[in-house]
């Protein structure tokens, strides 16, 4: 079946970047998202990039996406000590009502 | 406001108790999901809706009941509550998931259950 992975952890120093990758399997995803869970909150959509896209800039993230390996990665320029949270990569797939999720990667941003 | 409200934010109970959580979505959005978050596993899909009336399984429905008699509400219920039930839940809304559109859900602040 479809399956997303992430690595769990990444720590980076204030104001370096932080890049955040995600592999699928799913050949017929249509849309792929990120979003960011803080402590105790929910989730919370940051940005999304559709198929046929190489790269989608907003602000400080940038998403690339590279459809013949199915990676997919997040960075975040000038990282600050807000950015610590956990971030999911999700895919749509063509045929799949359905999100499917990676597991989380959690980001420690240090002083 | 719109959005989408969760409750109760934390809640306590027994094993073999019943206990429902309340998910309210103002956008009038047609699809509505209850996903459980374990610390190792993620999200798991419990059960979603993609009308009133209409609901169906996910990847770990056993032990929960829904229903959806409102586009607005999407109860999730417990009918009698485990340990392995004790999981922050998370409800969430979408327009639709047509897969050539662009409809990412959205998420309540989620419940926090513990089952003693």
């Known amino acids: 079946g479809e399956d997303v992975e992430q690595s769990l952890f990444l720590s980076v120093r204030e104001g370096d970047s932080s890049v955040i990758n995600c592999t699928y399997t799913d050949s017929s995803s249509t849309y792929l998202y990120w979003y960011k869970q803080e402590p105790g909150a929910g989730l919370q959509l940051l940005t999304y990039?559709?198929?046929n896209m190489d790269m989608k800039q907003d602000q400080r993230l940038t998403v690339l996406l590279n459809k013949k390996d199915k990676h997919l990665s997040l960075r975040i320029a000038d990282t600050q000590t807000g950015d610590s949270a956990i971030y999911f990569c999700?895919?749509?797939?063509?045929?799949?009502?359905?999100?499917?999720w990676g597991l989380g990667t959690s980001l420690a941003v240090n002083p | 406001d719109a959005g989408i409200t969760q409750s109760p934010r934390y809640k306590i109970t027994e094993t073999g108790r019943q206990v429902t959580l309340m998910c309210h979505q103002t956008w009038s959005h047609s699809y509505m999901f209850w996903y459980r978050q374990d610390l190792g596993h993620g999200l798991r899909l419990i059960y979603y809706?993609?009308?009133?009336?209409?609901?169906d399984k996910g990847e770990v429905p056993d032990g929960y009941v829904v229903s959806r008699s409102k586009t607005e509400n999407f109860p999730l219920t417990l009918e009698s509550a485990t340990r392995s039930q004790t999981s922050v839940y998370f409800c969430?809304?979408?327009?639709?998931?047509?897969?050539?559109?662009?409809?990412?859900?959205?998420f309540g602040d989620g419940t926090r259950l513990s089952i003693l």
């Open positions: 999700a895919e749509k797939g063509g045929n799949n009502r359905k999100l499917i």
């Open positions: 969430a809304s979408s327009e639709s998931t047509v897969s050539t559109s662009n409809q990412p859900q959205h």
């Open positions: 990039i559709f198929s």
């Open positions: 809706s993609a009308a009133a009336d209409i609901t």
